[in-house]
T-cell receptor
């Protein structure tokens, strides 16, 4: 079974600075998706960024980028120019790719609480 | 279309009572998922539908839990004989493909 580990329960960053959230995962599959979701307090979970395992290029979405190291099974999220609105729980998640015979469920880590200081 | 809708947002029930939650997915999303999230944890998968077919159920889903998705549209999650350990946030998500899933705001269940 796949597992996702987020080793940083809490992180803090100064407004306008850069922060990196860590995520490692364990799988025997060769093709899969990795995601970072953001969950603000009392609000719904929203997708921040997605990475397909077959793509070598790291995904980027505006101020958010990932460092995907497939061999090391590592998938970190970098937030540049942090804003107060970035404060939230961040969850790393894994899903098997279609055709692998694996489940379509998302497997989540325990999350990292990000605080942004003004 | 404003996204995935869940009802109710909050539910307080006495131990032993039955509760039912509803999820309305984004239109044309054929995949629908239920997750449970307890405080300080990431969401845990409960069950998954593709159209009206329930394709996967977690071992977390005891016999007291049942989910349906009649006609492949909205879905309901029922918990019978609730226990205090059922207190959690119940999240629904939908997707059109195997790519990203879109989540609702969740139903927070408190069993007293």
């Amino acid at each position: 079974a796949q597992t996702v580990t987020q080793s940083q329960p809490e992180m803090s960053v100064q407004e306008a600075e850069t922060v990196t959230l860590s995520c490692t995962y364990d799988t025997s599959e060769s093709d899969y998706y990795l995601f970072w979701y953001k969950q603000p307090p009392s609000r719904q979970m929203i997708l921040v960024i997605r990475q397909e395992a077959y793509k070598q290029q790291n995904a980027t979405e505006n101020r958010f980028s990932v460092n995907f190291q497939k061999a090391a099974k590592s998938f970190s999220l970098k937030i540049s120019d942090s804003q107060l609105g970035d404060a939230a729980m961040y969850f790393c998640a894994y899903r098997s790719a279609r055709g692998q015979g694996g489940s379509e469920k998302l497997v989540f880590g325990k999350g990292t609480k990000l605080t942004v200081n003004p | 279309d404003t996204g995935v809708s869940q009802d109710p947002r909050h539910k307080i029930t006495k131990r032993g009572q039955n509760v039912t939650f509803r999820c309305d997915p984004i239109s044309e999303h054929n995949r629908l998922y239920w997750y449970r999230q307890t405080l300080g944890q990431g969401p845990e998968f409960l069950t998954y539908f593709q159209n009206e077919a329930q394709l996967e159920k977690s071992r977390l889903l005891s016999d007291r839990f049942s989910a349906e998705r009649p006609k492949g549209s909205f879905s309901t999650l029922e918990i019978q004989r609730t226990e205090q350990g059922d207190s959690a946030m119940y999240l629904c998500a939908s997707s059109r493909t195997t790519a990203e899933a879109f989540f609702g705001q969740g139903t927070r269940l408190t069993v007293v």
